[in-house]
């Protein structure tokens, strides 16, 4: 996550400061922006106590802790950052009385819900609402009999699955022992990819069973696609204004109270107390503070990308092999990302130009015509390039496209899921128009009801405290066929045949915090990957080696192939050699008249394997979703069963209690 990239533009800062900023922020550790943020509270807090009450924020009145002892906060909390006998606001008790405390559940797999829910925790904070925010994986499901209100932000994985961290809750919800929430307020937001067909499902069965269950939904679920940031901002907004129209505007910064215009640091006083359990202060106090905002806030996004110079673009499998690996390494310097092992890269991709072009002759438009992208117009065919999504047909698009068809479109629409899917299946929007005749639609009212192209996401192979000035990524190039068709992934085959070395590429950060190395650098680790899923644990190795930890490290890596796919083999021999890489086992499924994949290979070394568990290492999964993850999976439950001698609803506690614990994490897709 980048810490700068500020702009005079963006921010209240002078060009100088901003060029002093734009130096440091990057520069700095967790550990020393915690410390700046509770030194900026002070400060702020200081000058308020010598300001004439006029000038005090919110209106509210400001007493001094005395009590605390020195070197200590004067909240207790340990994370309000204030210095002793610093300022602290206290709501006059009247008001107090009428906030209720507000619970936040964020149920996350690659960290947008989680970075959601903290957004919308510092705005209820920010209107001194008391907030107790928690990753469903650490939050004690018995614990939501006691909830005055609830707001939950959860992903739904792949087809209709809760990510792993919300499937214990997903599951105590959705069962028999759940309790009763007669008058709860609530509310949903749902993350999602409109591709699938069971889009947002996991937020929606948590909408339907909290409503069932006597809640009170307080505003409407809202339903999000890749391109999310919109439609998250919205429901935020509304879910503000319900919560404090419910109460009468006695918060918010529109009330008369005066609540909430300024208001960062934990309410105390007048019996409301900003709630943190021991997760929340693991995840880092600063998260929460309106001082560390746009420190910690990404400069680049999928919207607002880098544009990051290409340094190398090599195929690394050999001569022969059936398959083409691109190896990009991008330059970054001065540009103020940030990233750790285990995060990703977008890529905002250009969509192939032949299918561009035969898409424009076959609607029979102008490719020069202006359209509207967003809030700006742009030529047609810049449009389709770069912005529009034109690769894959989804339900909506399809009733959509309805209005333009009198050629069976609409009846497909009202078909059966079945038929529909075996439809959409494998065909893209030019299928669409030549199969139902929409050549002749308006090109301005057609354009306009696509999706939005989204960026394509790639695991960092690299360590950025290794080499600070660069940032590779490993992609797959996707070619097929498919109804009578060539067809070609879009970020893949763009970056494999139309990025040369010395072009600039659209790439913006996109952090994982549940995939992520130990934070004891003694911890054994076992990676588990096939094809390019190998590619976050190169930048899991290298991390270590460059930090100089000392524990165990173990990989499981599959391919077709020895001669052609052993991807980065040079490398993990140097580092076996050095010790930086303690053990490997690989697996090369052509090789050898049986299939033999990185699941036989665990279970050959099960004893080996389930000695390391016991030693407390932690288990990484990067690839397929479909086929290398639940092998996997079943692959160590049944390694647990075996050598812990255990039933396999215990081997299957066991695995989960791994997951609870962040010791089985998993980047999949």
Not at 1 to 25: D, I, K, Y
Not at 49 to 73: E, M
Not at 109 to 119: I, S
Not at 590 to 618: C, I, N, P
């Amino acid at each position: 996550m980048s810490r700068a990239g500020l702009q005079v533009g963006n921010s209240p800062f002078s060009q100088e400061q901003v060029e002093l900023l734009n130096r440091l922020l990057p520069t700095l550790t967790p550990e020393q922006m915690n410390w700046l943020d509770g030194y900026m509270a002070g400060v702020r807090a200081a000058g308020t106590a010598g300001a004439p009450a006029s000038a005090q924020p919110l209106g509210l009145p400001v007493v001094a802790n005395d009590a605390a002892p020195a070197g200590t906060c004067g909240c207790g909390t340990g994370v309000c950052g204030l210095p002793v006998g610093a300022a602290t606001a206290v709501l006059p008790a009247a008001q107090a009385a009428d906030l209720p405390e507000v619970t936040v559940l964020f149920g996350s797999q690659t960290g947008n819900a989680e970075r959601l829910a903290k957004q919308l925790t510092q705005r209820l904070r920010d209107r001194s609402f008391a907030v107790n925010i928690s990753c469903m994986s650490e939050y004690k499901p018995t614990n939501l009999k006691k909830a005055k209100c609830v707001f939950v932000v959860v992903s739904t994985h792949g087809n209709g699955e809760p990510p792993d961290k919300a499937k214990t809750l997903h599951e105590f919800v959705l069962g028999k022992r759940a309790p009763k929430l007669e008058g709860v307020p609530f509310s949903v937001l749902a993350l999602g990819d409109i591709t699938y067909e069971r889009f947002c499902q996991t937020g929606k069965d948590f909408d339907r069973r909290l409503e069932e269950l006597g809640g009170q939904r307080l505003f409407d679920r809202t339903d999000c696609d890749v391109d999310y940031e919109e439609s998250a901002a919205a429901w935020m907004d509304g879910v503000l204004g319900a919560l404090e129209g419910r109460l009468g505007g006695a918060s918010g910064p529109s009330s008369g109270a005066g609540l909430g215009s300024g208001l960062s640091l934990p309410v105390l006083g007048g019996g409301v107390a900003a709630v943190l359990t021991a997760s929340e202060r693991t995840l880092s106090a600063p998260a929460y503070s309106a001082a560390a905002a746009v420190a910690t806030a990404p400069s680049y996004t999928r919207n607002r990308p880098y544009y990051a110079e290409v340094l190398e673009n090599l195929d690394l499998n050999g001569r022969g092999s059936d398959k083409e690996t691109r190896y990009l390494k991008l330059a970054i310097e001065g540009s103020g990302l940030t990233f750790e092992p285990g995060d990703s890269l977008g890529i905002c991709p250009q969509n192939h130009p032949d299918l561009v072009d035969e898409l424009i002759r076959e609607m029979r438009w102008n490719a020069d015509e202006p359209v509207p992208v967003g809030k700006e117009e742009r030529p047609l065919r810049e449009a389709l390039a770069g912005h529009y999504e034109i690769t894959v047909l989804t339900r909506p698009l399809l009733e959509q496209a309805a209005d333009f068809s009198h050629d069976g479109l609409p009846n497909l629409v009202r078909s059966p899921a079945e038929q529909l899917r075996a439809y959409i299946e494998g065909r893209d929007l030019l299928d669409l128009v030549r199969d139902y005749s929409l050549t002749g639609a308006p090109a301005r009212e057609f354009v306009g009801r696509l999706r939005k192209l989204p960026g394509r996401l790639y695991s960092i192979s690299s360590s950025q405290r290794a080499n600070p000035d660069e940032v590779d990524v490993t992609i797959a190039a996707v070619r097929y066929q498919a109804h009578q068709r060539d067809r070609f992934g879009t970020c893949s085959i763009h970056c494999a045949e139309r990025v040369a070395v010395g072009d600039r590429v659209p790439i913006y950060v996109h952090s994982n915090p549940n995939f992520r190395l130990p934070s004891d650098p003694d911890a054994p680790i076992i990676m588990i990957g096939a094809g390019t899923g190998v590619a976050p644990f190169r930048a899991f190795v290298e991390d270590r080696e460059e930090t100089g930890a000392q524990g165990k490290s173990w990989l499981f890596f599959g391919d077709r192939r020895f001669r052609t796919d052993f991807l980065y083999q040079t490398e993990w021999q140097r580092w076996i050699k050095q010790g930086v890489l303690t053990r490997m086992d690989v697996a090369f499924s052509r090789d050898t008249g049986r299939k033999v994949y990185v699941q036989h290979r665990m279970m050959e070394q099960s004893r080996e394997f389930f000695s390391w568990l016991e030693e407390g290492a932690y288990v990484y999964v990067c690839g397929s979703e479909e086929k290398l993850a639940p092998d996997v999976h079943a692959t160590l439950t049944g390694i647990v069963e075996r050598e812990g001698g255990l039933r396999r609803d215990e081997a299957e506690a066991y695995v989960a209690d791994l997951q609870r614990e962040g010791r089985y994490q998993r980047d999949v897709y």
